[in-house]
């Protein structure tokens, strides 16, 4: 009788242990982080990956340097252009966001953009949040965050991309944006 009671209940207090221990393991973890070459400060939920590439935006080739990485499911990512010149960012950064919906072959999901507030963001530049519903390169439906602003020549596109949305993550990442 004895081994009867204490054997059942074993698994069970294996199980419940995994489990207060998967809880206590955040998915994401979250981290200031500061791209170099920038005023830029923000949270990423993981250690970001490096990479820099030249692409053609506004119409010449463009030093592109990101930052990136993928937790919970989702990717989290900044990317920033120097144009060189203040008064061709505008018309840059409208491209650019045009660029990308056109990637994820989506459309906004409101004409609105949302809210967002960037302390130390150019005045003549608004800075743009939109979301959007599209497709990663592979088919898959995915939902998509992105702000756009300018601080002097520097442009800068901040993502999240997800299989659904994650209203919690997005407002850390996007509300953690500050240029110093």
Same mark, same amino acid.
């Given at each position: ?7 059942p ?13 998967? %809880?206590?393991s955040p998915?994401?973890?979250w981290r200031?982080v +500061?791209?170099?070459?920038? +005023? ?5 939920? &993981? ?7 030249v !692409?053609?935006?506004g119409?010449?080739p463009?030093?592109?340097s990101?930052?990136? &990485?993928?937790?919970d499911g989702?990717?989290?990512?900044v %990317?920033?252009?120097? !144009?060189?010149d203040?008064s061709?960012?505008?018309s840059?950064l409208?491209?650019?966001q045009?660029?990308a919906?056109?990637n ?7 004409r ?8 130390g963001?150019s005045p003549?530049t608004?800075v743009t949040r939109?979301?959007? @519903?599209?497709?990663r #390169?592979?088919?898959t439906? !995915?939902?998509? @965050? ?5 601080q002097? $020549?520097q442009l800068? @596109? ?6 659904h949305l994650m209203p919690e %993550? #997005?407002?850390?990442?996007f $509300? ?5």
């Amino acid at each position: 009788m004895f081994r009867f009671l204490i054997f059942p209940s074993f698994p069970r207090a294996v199980l419940l242990s995994a489990l207060a221990l998967a %809880a206590c393991s955040p998915a994401l973890n979250w981290r200031e982080v +500061r791209p170099e070459g920038t +005023r830029l400060s923000l949270l990423l939920p &993981c250690k970001p990956d490096k990479a820099q590439k030249v !692409v053609p935006l506004g119409g010449r080739p463009t030093s592109l340097s990101m930052l990136g &990485c993928d937790a919970d499911g989702a990717t989290f990512a900044v %990317a920033i252009a120097d !144009v060189d010149d203040p008064s061709q960012a505008a018309s840059v950064l409208a491209l650019w966001q045009d660029l990308a919906l056109a990637n994820m072959k989506a459309v906004p999901a409101s004409r609105q953009p949302l809210p967002l507030k960037i302390p130390g963001a150019s005045p003549g530049t608004p800075v743009t949040r939109l979301q959007a @519903q599209g497709q990663r #390169a592979d088919g898959t439906a !995915v939902s998509g @965050q992105a702000a756009y602003f300018v601080q002097g $020549s520097q442009l800068f @596109q901040v993502v999240m991309y997800a299989p659904h949305l994650m209203p919690e %993550a #997005a407002e850390t990442f996007f $509300s953690s944006l500050k240029l110093e």
